[in-house]
């Protein structure tokens, strides 16, 4: 046998045999742990953007009370043009957070569409219930009446995403 032709070559891949195994086993486990690499990066990513996502919507929710949107323009505007510049910049910015919307749930969205909606609703409502004669201060004042009468349902929202951060997160 050992004077066979094929002796030698059966003897290098007696010996190639391991060294294949072992190369492959090496590839496997390689590429499962890359997998594994990318499946933890794509989650810490999307948990990453879900936190900037509910962060960018408290900032919304707080810019959106009445207390913080009395302090916004020139004080010397007219109340139909404060009104429209107030309208304009919730929409606008409301129209820029709109896709954070993916990163929450369907409630936490919905709520969120709510404040912005009913602040909207509060602002004409006051508007209307003027009279001919009154100022930007007294539209101010009356605005911060009529939401300080009412829940409190910005805050409510913004601890709701609170919390809701903290069970996702």
């Not at 290098?12 to 391991?18: N, Q, S, V």
Request: aromatic share 14%.
């Amino acid at each position: 046998m050992i004077d066979s032709p094929y002796f030698p070559y059966a003897f290098a891949l007696l010996l190639a045999i391991p060294f294949l195994i072992f190369a492959r086993q090496f590839v496997y486990t390689y590429i499962k742990l890359k997998n594994q690499e990318i499946k933890l990066l794509t989650v810490k990513g999307n948990s990453t953007q879900r936190v900037h996502a509910y962060e960018r919507l408290t900032l919304f929710l707080e810019r959106l009370k009445p207390s913080n949107l009395v302090q916004k323009f020139d004080p010397t505007l007219e109340a139909h043009e404060y009104i429209f510049l107030l309208e304009k910049t919730i929409n606008e910015e409301f129209d820029y957070n709109a896709s954070q919307q993916l990163y929450l749930t369907k409630d936490s969205w919905k709520r969120v569409v709510n404040c912005k909606t009913s602040v909207l609703h509060l602002i004409h409502k006051t508007y209307e219930n003027l009279s001919e004669n009154s100022t930007l201060a007294d539209f101010k004042t009356v605005f911060l009446m009529h939401y300080m009468n009412d829940a409190d349902y910005i805050s409510q929202t913004i601890e709701v995403l609170r919390k809701e951060n903290l069970i996702v997160n």
